[in-house]
């Protein structure tokens, strides 16, 4: 009898184990080749933490270009080259659509606003946000006139230097933050406002907390948060912090609210929730307004400032190069006129060193994370659905069957035969397909203006040799940072 009990318990347990883990691998089971995982640690010994785009290109050479690679128990289908990366993203564009849902940002903000959702709640956010990131006719300026202003700030900024050694970081970062502030906000702080210092040390530092290795091994192993809780708590202090502001600054829009004309991005957003009030499926309440702003300035201001600053390096490493920029400026603009979007179509050598320069430094090598929205057939493979997808930038931007000189900056790339500026479809600074960067217009209006006031007003000079100057990013984990640089802005 006694035996009869522990061979019923037995095949109890086996049966279990089977629906449990037999259903589990025969989902599995076509997934892409990979290096064999360790358990609970995965592929983590043949990867570098600091920079897994390099571990994955290595990897490539034996696995090929789509290959699964277990981060701790994560299993991560990686897409290596140009082929890989575009035929998932634009020609399944709703397969791998998904964002992967890490624990550590689940406790963070939740799975509101922007970058984080899925489903239904990511298209109408999504949806409302870039309709009114285009909409040029919000409040009493277009968008062209913000970042007008505020390259005339920045200008004056640098003029006040002085001719003195000047480290553009903070400059950058607050002007960059400007034009997010008058989109969301509808103002501008000035450089010195404690409340603009304050918020932009909030979002620095989450933004470091976020591209550190705690993060990543909190996404990994989600029970540190419990075990090693003190970067965690920081995190969530810093972001209600930035949660407090921002509802801070949507109280005072409640209050002074004209329902038919929005002045801002929080505006449009608090009226769309007024129409949509009686529509109990609708997405826009307060929770997501807060969040899509925070994801506005976290998405939207390092990107793009650390892009400037990386430029104006790569312009004093090669001044032949910067000359010619200026030269170009002054022969379409003039110095007499701020310049505007109109200008960019006249100016084809800005805008070839303006793309190689995003190429070049290729500033998310690794991209954000992905999923697939429901099972995916990929080349003969079948991927299930809920898995994390990581489309490798850096494999596109220097895919050696795509661009001439992948690893020398040379705007070359993006100019044909007569010198007019010739596209590449291997430009995926911004990704592509159905996630693409949401502030991919916004980004490049403000590259092309920021950049080319600051030419037509200045010449920026090392303040050591040309030949010295290191392209070499000093963190890659995440952004690529370049290594902080001080320079000369000489009044021209
Ligand atoms: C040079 C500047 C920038 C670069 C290189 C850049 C790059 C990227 C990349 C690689 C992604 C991930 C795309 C994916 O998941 O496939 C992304 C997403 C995003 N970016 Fe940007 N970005 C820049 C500027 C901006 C700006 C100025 C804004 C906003 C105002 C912005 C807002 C966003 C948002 C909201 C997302 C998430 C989109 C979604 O999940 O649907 N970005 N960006």
């Not at 990867?47 to 990897?59: G, N, T």
């Not at 400059?171 to 034009?179: C, K, M, Q």
């Not at 990704?431 to 693409?436: E, P, Q, Y």
């Amino acid at each position: 009898m006694e035996l009869f009990g522990t061979l019923v318990l037995a095949s109890i347990v086996l049966g279990l184990l089977f629906l449990i883990f037999g259903r589990d691998s025969s989902r599995y089971s076509k997934m892409p080749p990979g290096p064999t995982p360790l358990p609970f640690i995965g592929n983590m010994l043949q990867l570098d933490s600091r920079a897994l785009y390099e571990s994955f290109m290595k990897l490539k050479e034996t696995y090929g270009p789509v290959m699964t690679v277990h981060l701790g128990p994560m299993r991560v289908v990686v897409l290596i080259g140009f082929d890989a990366v575009h035929e998932a993203l634009v020609q399944q564009p709703d397969e791998f659509a998904g964002r992967a849902v890490s624990p550590l940002i689940m406790k963070l903000t939740g799975d509101f606003g922007l970058i984080q959702s899925n489903g239904e709640r990511w298209k109408q956010i999504r949806r409302f946000s870039l309709s009114t990131l285009r909409d040029f006719g919000m409040g009493k300026r277009s968008i062209e006139e913000w970042i007008q202003e505020e390259a005339k700030h920045l200008t004056e900024e640098f003029r006040k230097t002085n001719g003195s050694p000047c480290d553009p970081t903070i400059f950058l970062s607050r002007a960059v933050s400007n034009v997010i502030c008058s989109i969301v906000f509808g103002q501008r702080f000035d450089y010195q406002d404690k409340n603009f210092i304050e918020l932009l040390s909030l979002l620095d530092a989450n933004l470091r907390l976020l591209a550190s290795p705690a993060r990543m091994l909190y996404s990994m192993f989600p029970v540190l948060i419990k075990l090693i809780p003190g970067p965690f708590n920081k995190m969530l202090k810093n972001v209600n912090e930035i949660k407090r502001f921002t509802s801070n600054m949507i109280s005072q829009h409640k209050e002074t609210l004209v329902s038919d004309s929005p002045r801002d991005f929080i505006d449009s957003f608090l009226i769309k929730m007024k129409q949509e009030s009686d529509n109990p499926a609708t997405e826009f309440n307060l929770e997501n307004l807060i969040i899509t702003v925070m994801d506005l300035f976290t998405a939207g201001t390092e990107t793009t400032s650390t892009t400037l600053q990386y430029g104006l390096l790569l312009l004093m490493k090669y001044p032949h190069i910067q000359e010619k920029v200026q030269k170009e400026i002054d022969a379409v603009i003039g110095r007499g006129r701020a310049p505007a979007m109109e200008d960019r179509r006249k100016m084809s050598y800005t805008d070839a060193v303006l793309h190689e320069t995003q190429r070049f430094i290729d500033l998310v090598p690794l991209n954000a994370f992905h999923w697939t929205t429901k099972d995916t057939v990929f080349r003969g493979y079948t991927i299930p659905a809920g898995t994390v997808v990581s489309p490798v930038l850096h494999s596109v931007l220097f895919d050696k069957t795509k661009w001439a000189t992948p690893y020398t900056f040379n705007p070359g790339h993006f100019l044909d035969e007569n010198g007019c500026f010739k596209m590449n479809p291997a430009f995926m600074p911004f990704s592509a397909g159905k996630r693409v960067c949401a502030g991919e217009g916004l980004a490049k209006m403000e590259l092309f203006l920021f950049f080319s006031t600051l030419l037509q007003n200045f010449s920026f000079q090392p303040t050591e040799e040309p030949d010295k100057i290191s392209l070499t990013p000093n963190s890659k984990s995440f952004f690529k940072l370049p290594v902080p640089y001080t320079f000369f802005a000489i009044p021209r």
